[in-house]
């Protein structure tokens, strides 16, 4: 059984810093991209970042700069650094696991709240 486990969300205030841990079980880490997505309330889910296992990383426009995912294939976690955060930066933040060799092979977490406050 798959799980991705997401915990570090929270209230902070604008320019404050958070990050987001994500624990994966039930799969192979090494043959996922694992990301983050975040979605806002009325607005569609976006990809904030995802990485690869051979550090390939991929980062959404609004976060560039900002925000930093790594991960630590021994311990099958991904983080995600998130530094200056902006009230714009209020979501609930995914992450996402996708089999390199199929698009169609995904998990997603729960989801965790973060909430940035002017």
């Known amino acids: 059984q798959v799980q991705l486990v997401e915990s570090g969300g929270g209230d902070v205030q604008a320019g404050g810093s958070l990050r987001l841990s994500c624990a994966a079980s039930?799969?192979?880490?090494?043959?996922?991209?694992m990301g983050w997505y975040r979605q806002a309330p009325g607005r569609q889910r976006e990809m904030v970042a995802t990485?690869?296992?051979?550090?390939?990383?991929n980062y959404g426009d609004s976060v560039k700069g900002r925000f930093t995912i790594s991960r630590d294939n021994a311990k099958n976690t991904v983080y995600l650094q998130m530094d200056s955060l902006k009230p714009e930066d209020t979501a609930v933040y995914y992450c996402?696991?996708?089999?390199?060799?199929?698009?169609?092979?995904?998990?997603w977490g729960q989801g965790t709240q973060v909430t940035v406050s002017s």
């Open positions: 039930g799969i192979i880490f090494n043959m996922h991209r």
């Open positions: 996402h696991a996708q089999l390199i060799y199929s698009a169609d092979v995904q998990n």
């Open positions: 990485a690869t296992s051979g550090g390939t990383t």
